[in-house]
């Protein structure tokens, strides 16, 4: 059996800054290899 690999990686993107002076949070997950990438709805200041 193949043992598979899971990642997660939260970051905050600088380049997204908000209007309001707030950073979203991203996060990149990947599971065996197949990266997928996702914005949340909660910011940073």
């Known amino acids: 059996m193949k043992r598979a690999t899971f990642n997660?990686?939260?970051?905050?993107?600088?380049s997204k800054k908000l209007k309001d002076g707030t950073l979203p949070i991203f996060a990149r997950i990947t599971i065996n290899n197949f990266a997928g990438q996702d914005f949340f709805s909660?910011?940073?200041y």
């Open 42 to 44: 909660q910011t940073v």
């Open 8 to 14: 997660v990686l939260f970051y905050v993107k600088h």
